[in-house]
Structures are given as C-alpha cells and as structure tokens.
Nanobody, 115 residues
C-alpha cells in the first residue's frame, strides 16, 4: 500500500533553514507528481510546492525564492529545502501524491519558526 513518511521538521529561528524529507513506498515513485502542503491549525491545507515526474517545479508565491522542492527517484524521496524561514511558515508540512484517483497523505512534520 502507498506510504508517505515525512521527517526533518523542528524548531528554527527566523532566517534559519530546514530540509524536509518524504520517503515514499508502495507505488512507482518516479512516475508521479509529488506535492508538499502545509496546514496551520484552523486553516485550510495550502499547496506549497509541486514537482512533476520530469522534475518541473511550481511554488506558491509566498515561498518563491526561499523554498526548493527536489526529488531523488533512486531513493523514492522528495525533499523541501526551506531557507530564510519566517514565523508565518510555521505549520505542519505534509507530502502528498494522487494515484489512481486516490489522494494519499503522510502523517506530517511540524515546523515551528520562532525566536
């Protein structure tokens, strides 16, 4: 079955960096578009970044120039490098894949940006 496991979250000061990882299994990872979402308590989940099977990327405006999504198909892993973090980046971050009409989510990893 499809499994997505996020890691790499934590507490970081404003201006700092974190790299999130999402290890995928149960499907042919290299063929699928992968997404990173984030959610603040009480708000809707927001699409942060996407990467296609061919490596094309897309970002929400608020993270452009600060975040970079990448993938390693040999490791079945998608990454989110987050630089110049701001307090408003504080959220639970989830990776996501849509496969055969079904959307799969990981358990999420908490990112807290605070001094």
């Amino acid at each position: 079955q499809v499994q997505l496991v996020e890691s790499g979250g934590g507490l970081v000061q404003p201006g700092g960096s974190l790299r999130l990882s999402c290890a995928a299994s149960g499907f042919t990872f290299r063929l699928f578009l992968m997404n990173w979402f984030r959610q603040v308590s009480g708000k809707q989940r927001e699409l942060v970044a996407s990467i296609t099977s061919g490596g094309s990327t897309n970002y929400v405006d608020s993270v452009k120039g600060r975040f970079t999504i990448s993938r390693d198909n040999a490791k079945n892993t998608v990454y989110l490098q987050m630089n110049s973090l701001k307090p408003e980046d504080t959220a639970i971050y989830y990776c996501n894949v849509r496969r055969v009409g079904v959307v799969h989510w990981g358990q999420g990893t908490q990112v807290t940006v605070s001094s």
